[in-house]
């Protein structure tokens, strides 16, 4: 599995993360609150150590409706205390009683927080971020390094890597893809087809990106960049001059990274010709995903990390707590700091 280059080489900082499940504490951040009327009957849910799909599985059982008619904005993790939506579609159905029905399946941990209903589903992605309490225990460093490292996230973001957990177990789900796309199998679990083409394309991504943090341009403007406004999937290119320096310093933009498939790179110049030379060194997964139909896309290279601040329980014990964007991983966050396993 490769590592990938990160900003701050030399911490010191180190200590053990998910000790328990209420030590990584994840709360979605919602783009708006449910009508109140409709077919859709959205729930609150706080879940400790449950899969986020197993959760829908039983929500389908209980509401006896088919397991497609239950949805929900993103995955959570297992090991963990998270709190996120659900959306049952019920036309013309009173719900049953949520919280029994989960008891009597034995999810004593799963419990109801809200009950709403809406006019639509809940669609995959559909959430403004998500917040983060994470405990960190068997701390080992200075705290001034802890702060110096803080307030450093704070003013300059941290490199926007997708989390391992995209790869699988040692990267299985990036093998997988290089198997599947030489015609070693054939894929017909659309499920598994998702997980591995996105694996491929966030390896590729990753890369870039960490060839931009080894010579240090991960958060500065290139001439050729493609750049992304803060909080959308908007992007447009323009060269580097006084206002894009200065949108970029305030984190109005961010440079971006290809995300691969099939047309031609955004980027011009240099940086165009940086992307192609990283993406070539996997070209079984370029073609493979250009293959399956994916078009050229970007995401940013620099993520924002908002909220952000620390608390010593004690000297071996430390709370972290910020806010994501949707699609960011808090592992960007904590490989910045230091090494907490």
Known sequence: MSTFHKVNNNSQLS??????NEDFQVDEIQQFTPSGVGEHVWL????????????????????????RDVSFAGMKDRNAVTTQWFSVQMPGREAPDWQQGLQEKGLVSVEVRA?????RKLKRGALKGNQFKLTIRDFQGAESELAEAINRIK?????????V???GHNGLNVEKAQKWFAGDFKLKDRNLRS?????ARSWIFNHILSARVSEGSWNQALDGDVFILEGSNSSFSQPVDVEITQRLNSFDIHPSGALWGRGR???????AEFEEKIANKFKLLCDGLEVNGLKQERRALRLPVRDLNYEMIDAETIVLA??????????SVLSEIGEFN
């Not at 829908?56 to 397991?67: E, M, T």
């Not at 997980?195 to 694996?199: E, G, K, R, T, V």
């Open 15 to 20: 200590g053990r993360i998910r000790k328990h």
């Open 44 to 67: 609150k849910i706080q879940k400790t150590g449950e899969n986020t799909d197993w959760v829908a599985k039983h929500l389908a059982q209980i509401a006896n409706v088919p397991r």
């Open 115 to 119: 009950e709403h209903r809406h006019d």
């Open 155 to 163: 003013e300059q973001g941290v490199p926007n890597y997708y989390g």
């Open 165 to 167: 957990q995209r790869f």
């Open 195 to 199: 997980i591995y083409l996105s694996a």
């Open 265 to 271: 790179l955004a980027t011009q110049h240099t940086v």
């Open 322 to 331: 910020f806010s994501l964007p949707q699609g960011a991983y808090a592992t």
